[in-house]
């Protein structure tokens, strides 16, 4: 898939007949002759160019010999220090703690273009670094869920840790502000363009209404909404063009819409619908997220689509705790919720099971990059080990504490 304009091509006569019927059951979605927006939804290898080797970066937080961290997970125990690996070589250390206004909380950092951004609330502030060095502090307590860096500053999206709301800032100054509703989509860039989504709770006469806007370096666009739609489940730009997942009166399941364009996400027959649908980019590919219920028990539950093209399920029972999506291809690991459910890999058609005990702690501790996916673990049959796992290759390591991330920039 080349970008966000070609991925709309007709994904096949199943995909057909879903749309066709669901359609004729509303007025907001149009089926196109079978085409949709005149893009593909698959690739096309014509003029395909070499991607560019990432490198392949994995934070993390090694505790004092002997210290028992896993009761107290992201405890900021004295001696313990965040860390930053670069391959296989560990190129950044920084100690954690209120002093040092750096958490070992793996929600409070990240690995953003192979550096180490951290964010801190003290009892009045949040403090910001970059590679251990404070770059900027502002008056609020917020909990940092989007960052992204420009030539022009760095940007954050937080919500107050105490009451409702978002705020969207540059360098912590506010650029907006709301004091009720969400986040559809966090932070990224389209072109040049640093992006968002959000809900926003309208009180009428008639009750809370919702209404939905993307964001585009800082101006507000509405979203518009015919009368079939209930609501959205998310929503991003590609390329200038809005693309959102829609709830819709009479429509067991989701509906893709690329602006005025609509078409419905592949269904299987013997499910009952779709919900928790989120979209997931790689260069311009795009992909959905979501759960699907029904099949008897055993089948569907947490899948992916291409487009709007079903490409894989986790299975009922299972419940996937990480993915990616890397060079067109869909990676995930997904686990049964019970004692002893060891986790399968899902990768690009193959699945692979992990060895009982190995454990995946944090979602943001799986990735994929050069054609490889990449699990960050803890072994617990073996005092929770710190392991990596590639392509079902093991590396284990000697430091107490855990990998908190795994990304390739």
């Not at 992201?74 to 391959?87: D, H, I, K, S, Y």
């Not at 951290?118 to 960052?147: P, Y």
């Not at 490409?311 to 690991?333: L, M, N, P, T």
Request: hydrophobic residues 35%; glycine residues 14%; proline residues 3%.
């Amino acid at each position: 898939m080349k970008n966000g304009k070609e991925i709309w091509k007709a994904a096949g006569l199943a995909a057909g007949m879903i749309v066709t019927a669901v359609c004729c059951s509303c007025r907001g979605p149009v089926e196109l002759d079978g085409s949709f927006g005149g893009v593909s939804a698959s690739d096309s290898q014509e003029g395909a160019v070499e991607p560019v080797r990432k490198t392949r970066y994995v934070t993390g937080i090694e505790y004092p010999a002997g210290y028992d961290w896993m009761p107290d997970l992201g405890n900021n125990a004295e001696g313990a220090v965040l860390f930053l690996m670069r391959e296989e070589s560990r190129i950044l250390e920084i100690p954690v703690g209120y002093d040092n206004c750096v958490s070992a909380d793996a929600d409070m950092h990240r690995c953003i273009d192979g550096h180490l951004y951290t964010d801190f609330s003290t009892d009045q502030e949040t403090v910001i670094k970059k590679d251990g060095a404070e770059m900027f502090r502002f008056f609020g307590r917020e909990m940092i869920i989007g960052m992204l860096e420009r030539d022009d500053g760095l940007y954050t999206l937080g919500q107050p840790r105490s009451g409702t709301g978002w705020v969207y800032r540059r360098n912590g100054e506010i650029i907006l502000y709301k004091g009720a509703g969400q986040i559809l989509h966090g932070l990224y860039m389209d072109g040049e363009s640093i992006c968002f989504s959000y809900m926003d709770p309208i009180e009428t006469s008639g009750g809370v209404r919702n209404l939905y806007y993307t964001v585009k370096d800082g101006s507000p666009q509405s979203i518009p909404l015919t009368d079939d739609i209930i609501g959205i489940d998310d929503a991003l730009t590609l390329d200038g063009t809005t693309y959102y997942i829609a709830r819709m009166n009479a429509i067991k399941g989701r509906v893709l819409f690329a602006g005025t364009d609509a078409k419905a996400l592949e269904l299987p027959s013997d499910a009952s619908g779709i919900s928790d649908c989120r979209f997931i980019t790689d260069n311009g590919s795009l992909f959905i997220s979501g759960n699907i219920s029904g099949g008897g028990g055993t089948g569907y539950g947490d899948s992916f689509w291409n487009g709007t093209t079903l490409i894989c399920s986790a299975g009922g029972e299972y419940r996937v705790c990480g993915s990616r999506v890397d060079g067109g291809k869909c990676h995930y690991a997904a686990r049964a919720p019970y004692d002893g459910s060891t986790i399968r890999v899902y990768m690009d058609g193959t699945t692979r099971l992990l060895a009982a005990g190995y454990e995946l702690i944090y979602q943001s501790a799986f990735g994929a990059g050069n054609g490889s996916c990449c699990l960050a673990l803890s072994d617990t049959a073996d005092s929770d080990r710190p392991l990596i796992w590639t392509d079902g290759n093991v590396t284990a390591y000697e430091f107490n504490g855990a990998f908190t991330s795994v990304s390739y920039w």
